[in-house]
């Protein structure tokens, strides 16, 4: 989510291809008090695009 800040896409995203393969991601929405679940199509193809990063794949 801290991504939406990065509005001079300085950050670049490394996506562990086994994160995004279940239906749902859960995180803390740039707050540790609160957490979110989505739907990892969501992320992938919804808020990425909106915040103009593209994510890298690798396996660990």
Known sequence: MGLMNDIEN?????????????????CHPCINTS??????????????PDVHHEPIYVEL
């Open 10 to 26: 300085q950050v670049q995203l490394l996506i562990d291809k086994e994160v995004v393969e279940p239906e749902f991601f859960a």
């Open 35 to 48: 957490s979110i679940k989505l739907r990892c199509k969501d992320i992938l193809q919804v808020f990425l």
